[in-house]
C-alpha cells in the first residue's frame, strides 16, 4: 500500500532499477521460466480434504465445468467456496492456497482490497444506503480439476480466487504453470480520505511508477504517449471482451525510449507480475520480455492528481490497463490479459479435448 508521498521514492527506485536492468538493453533470463507447481496442489489438496462433502462441492468443479473461463469483478456471489462459509482452520488452509500462488506483497495486496469491504460498508451505510452486499466473506475460493501433489509436478488443474475487485487464477498442466490470467485487482476508495488509514492506497505504485515514467517524457513524446484527453470509463479487456476491444497498438513504442525511460516502465510490468510467487512471476515476465519490441505505452484523460486517467502496456500477445476515472477517479481498476495464455491458452483445452473428451 502505497501513501502520496511515496511517489518520490519510487521515483527514485525506479531509475536506480531502469539502470540496473537495462544496462545492456536486456534484463538477465529468469531462474525458472515455467515450473512446476507442487506447493499449490498440495495446498488445494490439503484444503479441499478438510473440507465436509456439502462445501467441497461447491468448492471443487470438474476442469471441463464452464465456470473455468467465467471471470468478473463486480460485487455478486461467485462459485466457489465463500470465505464466511469457512471455519477458523478451514480460512488458514484457504490462506495457505493463496501463500502457494502469490508473492507475500501479492497475499498482502489482495486481504487490503478484500477488507476495503468494510470501508465501503462504513461509507455507504453512513449515506444511508443499503450496503449489505458489501461483505468481505463473499469473496470465493474454486478449485477445477484434481491437483495431485502425488503426480509429477502436481498434476493439471485450476484455482481462481474471485470476489468484488479481486479475480486471480492459475492454471496448471502437467506440473507446469501454464496461464495466470485474465489477472485483476481493483480498489475502491483507492485513496483513503479518512480514519486511521488516511492516505493509504492498495495500489499506489500502480499509480506512482506510472506518473514516475511520464514525467521522463519530452513534449514530442508526450504527443505519442497521450492518446486522448478523455480516459475510457472503465478498462477495455473486461468480462468476455476480446483482444482486437483495444485496437491497434497506440501510445511510444518501447523501441523509441531510453534506457531510463525503459527500466521505468518494466519495473512498472513487475509491479503487476510480483503479486505472483517468484517462479510464476517469472513466467509471467519471461513472457513480455520476448516482446518487448513490440510494446507500447499509452496514457488517456487528465495528468494532474485527482483528475480522471488511464494507461495501458500493449503488446503484441499482451496487455495491462489501469483506469481510474470512477468515484471522483478514486476507484481504480487494473487487468492483464495473455491472449495466448488467458484461463491456460492451447494447452489446457488440448488436455481437455484428450482426457476429457471436450
Known amino acids: 500500500m502505497q501513501t502520496p508521498l511515496a511517489v518520490g521514492v519510487m521515483t527514485l527506485l525506479a531509475f536506480s532499477g531502469g539502470f540496473a536492468l537495462w544496462s545492456d538493453g536486456r534484463a538477465s533470463a529468469p531462474s525458472a521460466l515455467v515450473a512446476g507447481d507442487e ?3 498440495r495446498a488445494a489438496t490439503t484444503w479441499l480434504e478438510a473440507l465436509g462433502p456439502e462445501l467441497r462441492s461447491k468448492a471443487q468443479r470438474p476442469l471441463a465445468d464452464a465456470e473455468r473461463t467465467v471471470w468478473n469483478f463486480v460485487p455478486g456471489r461467485y462459485a466457489g ?37 468494510n ?9 444511508g444506503q443499503d450496503a449489505s452486499h458489501r461483505d468481505p466473506e463473499r469473496y470465493a475460493l474454486l ?16 484455482v481462481r480466487f474471485q470476489g468484488h475487485h479481486v479475480s486471480l487464477q492459475v492454471q496448471v498442466d502437467g506440473g507446469k504453470v ?16 479518512s480514519g486511521a ?42 468480462p468476455a471482451k476480446p483482444p482486437s476491444a483495444l485496437g491497434d497498438r497506440r501510445g511510444l513504442p518501447w ?19 510480483h503479486i505472483w510467487h517468484g517462479e510464476l512471476a517469472d513466467r509471467a515476465l519471461a513472457g513480455v520480455r520476448d516482446q518487448l519490441d513490440s510494446v507500447c505505452f499509452a496514457w488517456a484523460g487528465g495528468r494532474q492528481r485527482g483528475q480522471g486517467h488511464y494507461y495501458r502496456i500493449h503488446g503484441e500477445h499482451f ?17 492483464w490479459r495473455d491472449f495466448d495464455h488467458d484461463f491456460g491458452g492451447e494447452l489446457f483445452e488440448r488436455h481437455l479435448r484428450e482426457q476429457h473428451g471436450r
Open 39 to 41: 506447493a499449490s496442489a
Open 319 to 335: 496487455a495491462i490497463e489501469y483506469d481510474n476515472t470512477q468515484n471522483g477517479a478514486n476507484h481504480v481498476h487494473t487487468v
Open 81 to 117: 467456496a465463500e470465505l464466511g462459509t469457512l471455519d477458523a482452520h478451514q480460512r488458514e488452509l484457504a490462506l495457505d492456497v493463496l501463500r502457494a500462488m502469490l508473492s507475500a506483497e501479492g497475499l498482502q495486496k489482495t486481504l487490503a482490497i478484500v477488507a476495503l469491504e
Open 197 to 238: 488509514h488516511r492516505g493509504e492506497r492498495v495500489l499506489g505504485a500502480e499509480e506512482d511508477l506510472a506518473r514516475a515514467l511520464m514525467l521522463l517524457f519530452d513534449e514530442q513524446a508526450l504527443g505519442k504517449v497521450q492518446i486522448s484527453a478523455t480516459a475510457p470509463a472503465d478498462v477495455l479487456l473486461g
Open 178 to 193: 501454464v496461464g495466470h490470467t485474465p489477472q485483476f485487482l481493483g480498489s475502491n476508495p483507492h485513496e483513503q480520505t
Open 119 to 127: 470501508v465501503l460498508k462504513e461509507l455507504e451505510t453512513r449515506a
Open 255 to 273: 523501441t523509441e525510449m531510453n534506457a531510463v525511460q525503459q527500466g521505468v516502465l518494466w519495473r512498472l510490468i513487475e509491479e503487476y507480475a
Open 143 to 158: 478449485v477445477l480439476g484434481e491437483p495431485s501433489p502425488a503426480a509429477p509436478g502436481g498434476g493439471t488443474f485450476a
